[in-house]
């Protein structure tokens, strides 16, 4: 299944593959690779090892992929769906960015471009969460257009309803 990159005014996400997957998890970049110099980091191959879990186990996932965030056509962080939607239509995201893009407003705008994959892919919901010692985080899910639905003592939970 060909799934196409998302652009946004200034990003383009693009979606993952097994062999670009596996070389996230090996951090070894390939031919046509273009890595900012703190990408892969441990949050993506954390990620890309979970896609490639899914892969073996359930298939491919269709839009409910994880995405290189590339800028410039360079690849500074990730973005994507913990796997397909639950039983209630529910998809779970994460994202993250290496530290010499962050505060520039990417993440918000990468996540907005992801909540519409998942809306018009006929999700019920998508929601994340952030630690709670990560208020940058809370900043780009709310700016998304995310509510914060619960907190516990670790994490601040964050969903969206269609």
Same mark, same amino acid.
């Given at each position: ?13 693009? *979606? ?13 970049? @390939?031919d ?7 990408? *892969?980091?441990?949050?993506d191959?954390?990620a %890309?090892? @979970? ?5 073996t ?11 290189? !965030?590339?800028? $410039? ?11 397909? *939607?639950?039983?209630? &239509?529910?998809?779970?995201? @994460? =994202?993250?960015?290496? *530290? #010499? /893009?962050?505060?520039?407003? =990417? ?6 471009? !992801?909540l ?7 999700v019920? #919901?998508?929601? &994340? $969460?952030? $630690?709670?010692?990560?208020p940058?985080?809370?900043? /780009?899910?709310?700016? %998304? #257009?995310?509510?914060? /639905? %619960? ?7 964050f969903?969206?309803g269609?």
């Open positions: 299944m060909k799934i196409e990159s998302v652009a946004t005014a200034r990003l383009v996400l693009h *979606p993952l593959n097994r062999d670009e997957a596996e070389r996230i998890v090996a951090r070894e970049s @390939g046509g690779d273009r890595w900012e110099a703190e990408y *892969p980091g441990d949050g191959v954390r %890309a090892t @979970g896609f490639l879990r899914g892969l186990e359930r298939g491919d996932p269709g839009v409910f992929r994880n995405y290189e !965030i590339r800028l $410039d056509g360079v690849a500074v962080g990730g973005i994507g769906f913990h796997g397909p *939607p639950d039983e209630l &239509g529910v998809a779970t995201i @994460g =994202y993250g960015l290496v *530290p #010499g /893009v962050r505060g520039n407003g =990417y993440a918000s705008e990468a996540l907005r471009a !992801i519409e994959v998942a809306r018009t892919a006929g019920t #919901g998508v929601k &994340g $969460d952030a $630690d709670l010692d990560n940058a985080s809370h900043r /780009v899910m709310e700016a %998304a #257009g995310m509510a914060c /639905v %619960a907190e516990d003592e670790q994490l601040r939970h969903y969206r269609f």
